[in-house]
């Protein structure tokens, strides 16, 4: 859910007194109770292709690092629960071809996990493409820098190379620069 640091303990207990009292009719009985010793920022539900699903916590996804001494330093990406949270989100959205936007604080690592995952850890149905913004992009150029990247099928028509899908990532998409009678230029 969408809540700030104050608020996971609200919604972690809304959560579980949710999973725990009569649910709505539209979820149904829940048979794989929420585990106790957890906060459910803390477990995620693993549903096997077959078989029934379970709950388990975020560690248990954990890697160990792997890399040569050949790595630059910064090319290094430690896995952490974060990582693991943010790989599994994106795994969902992409392949659900849904939309999505991941906030937070500058300098925590969204952009890194993301090029990661769309560069080196992507089906290879998808070709991603990245697009930095600044405050001066404009929509003729945020159009320009998409279109560039897309085959022309058709007058008007454009799309990824054939039997393949695209997945475009905004970096660090802000508002655009005040016009000159102070108005905010809208990009879409």
Not at 35 to 56: N, Q, V
Not at 62 to 76: N, V
Not at 144 to 165: E, H, Y
Request: aromatic share 10%; charged share 20%; with cysteine.
């Amino acid at each position: 859910a969408v809540v700030s640091t104050q608020s996971r303990d609200k919604f972690n207990e809304f959560m579980r007194e949710l999973l725990t009292s009569k649910p709505p009719p539209t979820v149904g009985k829940i048979d794989l109770p929420f585990p106790e010793s957890a906060s459910i920022y803390d477990c995620m539900f693993d549903k096997p292709s077959s078989g029934r699903g379970r709950w388990s916590n975020w560690t248990e996804s954990l890697k160990a690092i792997q890399f040569d001494k050949s790595m630059k330093l910064s090319e290094i990406i430690v896995p952490t629960v974060d990582t693991v949270r943010y790989t599994y989100l994106m795994d969902l959205y992409v392949t659900s071809d849904t939309p999505c936007l991941f906030v937070g604080p500058t300098g925590t690592g969204k952009s890194v996990y993301i090029k990661d995952k769309l560069m080196n850890n992507l089906e290879p149905q998808y070709v991603p493409f990245f697009i930095n913004f600044s405050a001066q992009t404009t929509a003729n150029q945020l159009q320009s820098m998409i279109m560039a990247k897309l085959d022309k099928r058709r007058k008007g028509v454009f799309g990824p190379p054939m039997g393949k899908k695209s997945v475009i990532f905004v970096d660090d998409m802000n508002m655009p620069g005040r016009n000159g009678h102070s108005a905010l230029i809208p990009l879409l």
